[in-house]
């Protein structure tokens, strides 16, 4: 069955450095999306990312945020300079035209310190 | 007014027990419904999208009503390995296609 794929799995940063998450998205999808979840709370859109440009995000992703898929199949979250309730687990997610149905990453947790 | 809402569980329930779960949500142009569930710690995955008619995979059953702005989830025969959180998802503006996720509430199936 088609994945995601989501890389590192887990990353731990310093309040203030910028990180990079990195997302594989199955190869026919179309439609890609960064999620967050803080421990504890509800799933949360952030961003989602049609035909190389943005098509919606939410009033969580601000300027620290952007998202780019530099290539034919990476597509990166990256928040320039994080704060501590920037940990979170991050999922990527994506779906094909026509269909409904997400398929998520397995995430990565973020850890801020 | 939270946009998705659902039962704050969690569920306690015995092997082999029949569990439902509520979920409303408030945007009455929403479009699309979902039920995802979510192992600790671990990604989202769709358990089964929910239709106006009802449907029904396996042991579970879904149903919506759009006047109400309700969907269920019912589990019949509930094994151990039904322990999850169990996530509402809607499909909303102004999002178009981005889901909106209820809390979830947790499952325990117990021995």
């Known amino acids: 069955e088609p994945e995601v794929t989501q890389t590192p799995s887990h990353q731990v940063t310093q309040m203030g450095q910028e990180v990079i998450l990195r997302c594989v998205p199955i190869?026919?999808?179309?439609?890609f999306y960064w999620y967050r979840q803080i421990l504890g709370q509800k799933v949360e859109f952030l961003v989602s990312?049609?035909?190389?440009?943005?098509?919606?995000k939410s009033e969580i992703f601000d300027d620290q945020f952007s998202v780019e898929r530099p290539d034919g199949s990476n597509f990166t979250l990256k928040i320039r300079s994080t704060k501590l309730e920037d940990s979170a687990m991050y999922f990527c997610?994506?779906?094909?035209?026509?269909?409904?149905?997400?398929?998520f990453g397995s995430g990565t947790r973020l850890t801020v310190v | 007014r939270k946009e998705v809402e659902q039962d704050p569980g969690p569920f306690n329930v015995p092997e082999g027990a029949t569990v439902a779960f509520n979920c409303t949500y408030s945007?009455?142009?929403?479009?699309?419904f979902f039920w995802y569930r979510q192992d600790c710690r671990k990604e989202p995955k769709l358990l089964m999208s929910?239709?106006?008619s009802g449907n029904e995979d396996g042991r579970f059953t879904a149903q919506l009503n759009r006047a109400s702005q309700y969907i269920s989830l019912l589990i019949r025969d509930s094994k151990l390995s039904d322990s999850a959180t169990y996530l509402c998802?809607?499909?909303?503006?102004?999002?178009?296609?981005?889901?909106?996720f209820g809390p979830g509430t947790r499952l325990s199936v117990l021995p």
């Open positions: 997610a994506s779906n094909g035209q026509g269909t409904y149905g997400y398929t």
């Open positions: 190869s026919n999808h179309l439609y």
């Open positions: 990312f049609y035909n190389n440009e943005i098509s919606e």
């Open positions: 945007n009455s142009a929403s479009q699309s």
């Open positions: 929910v239709y106006s």
């Open positions: 998802v809607v499909i909303s503006p102004p999002y178009g296609q981005n889901f909106v």
